[in-house]
């Protein structure tokens, strides 16, 4: 009987443990994954802030320089929070050389169609003909200004509208654009 009693303790004593030691585990791994998910919703809310802020900043502007375009800051303060294609370089006798477009202009529209996320500068042109008249919307020295430009044909691509720019893209990190 007393072996017994004895047996018995053991077999508890050792549930017992079992039964600490899995909480201790469920504990640190619910904890983790509590931890994490809240981490990620953090860092998404933080993501969506500074993504809303772009934008805000001013754009400096981009200048021929020796050695290429050279940014020079912009000049009467702040400009609107804009989503679009920041000019980077114009093709000597394009089409949007010949409209006066500028290295360091913004091209925030053509026609009706705004550029941002959904609607790229190239997505956007390539649904025009060569020889198709649109408007260009664009803010330069803090103004939006716009003319009308008459596209070209793309050099390498026949039958393909041409801008003639390479642009950056402002509504993302790292997003080039390529040549328009």
């Not at 004895?6 to 994954?33: D, E, N, P, Q």
Request: charged share 20%.
């Amino acid at each position: 009987m007393e072996e017994e009693k004895r047996t018995i303790y053991i077999v508890v004593a050792i549930l017992a443990l079992v039964g600490v030691l899995f909480s201790c585990l469920a504990g640190a791994l619910g904890g983790s994954l509590a931890g994490l998910l809240v981490a990620r919703r953090q860092a998404e809310a933080a993501a969506e802030r500074v993504l809303q802020s772009w934008g805000t900043l001013p754009v400096p502007e981009l200048v021929p320089g020796p050695e290429g375009p050279v940014q020079v800051p912009p000049r009467g303060g702040m400009m609107p929070k804009m989503q679009g294609a920041s000019i980077v370089e114009v093709v000597p006798g394009m089409p949007a050389d010949a409209a006066g477009l500028m290295v360091g202009d913004v091209i925030t529209a053509i026609d009706q169609t705004q550029i941002n996320p959904q609607h790229l500068l190239v997505d956007v042109i390539r649904e025009y003909k060569p020889g198709d008249r649109v408007t260009i919307h664009f803010w330069r020295a803090n103004r939006e200004e716009s003319v009308q430009v008459k596209l070209g044909e793309y050099p390498d691509v026949p039958g393909k509208a041409y801008l003639g720019v390479k642009f950056q893209m402002l509504f993302g990190p790292g997003l080039q654009g390529p040549e328009d």
